[in-house]
């Protein structure tokens, strides 16, 4: 499992201006280097995830799209160990919910409430929105600023909220 030191080092190879795929490289270095099995076996599988799409589509996986591959990420792990959960495999809900916090090591901080209503308020202003039939222009709007820092269900339901 992940160790105080795993995350310290991590949080000070955050702080430089460096991609992300490339701060996610240097995690699983020093998870390597510590022997967190654990911990490499998820890094590998992000790092995976970047070199899949990035020989299927031939392209260079940015920060903007690592942060959508990391995001989808979670969001198969939860859908999992809530199934896991469901079937009363509780061994493998747990392996799924530690990838998760892995992962999740790698996301922005999710966004307030508050903040969610801020963002939702002013795409519905500066998209002109005034019906439900209008939604796609907001959320438009909305996703890339709150990508990897909420739930685009969530963000949906709230948005759905406020133009019904």
């Known amino acids: 499992m992940s160790t105080p030191l795993g995350n310290q080092l991590y949080m000070t190879v955050a702080m430089s201006n460096t991609s992300l795929k490339d701060r996610i490289n240097d995690a699983l270095k020093t998870a390597m280097r510590s022997r967190e099995k654990e911990r490499v076996a998820v890094l590998r599988l992000v790092m995976a995830e970047f070199k899949r799409i990035e020989v299927d589509e031939r392209i260079e996986v940015d920060d903007t799209r690592a942060l959508a591959l990391l995001d989808k990420m979670v969001k198969q792990r939860r859908d999992s160990e809530q199934q896991y959960r469901n079937a009363g495999r509780d061994e493998l809900a747990a392996q799924e919910a530690y990838e998760i916090t892995e992962i999740a ?46 739930d685009m269900g969530d963000v949906s339901k709230l948005l759905k909220a406020k133009l019904g």
Do not use: C, N, Y
């Not at 308020?121 to 990508?147: E, H, S, Y």
């Open 105 to 150: 090591v790698f996301l922005p901080a999710a966004l307030s409430t508050e903040e969610l209503d801020q963002i939702i308020a002013k795409a519905i202003a500066d998209a002109g929105v005034t019906g439900a039939r209008d939604m796609g222009k907001a959320m438009a709007l909305i996703k890339p600023q709150v990508q990897g820092r909420a």
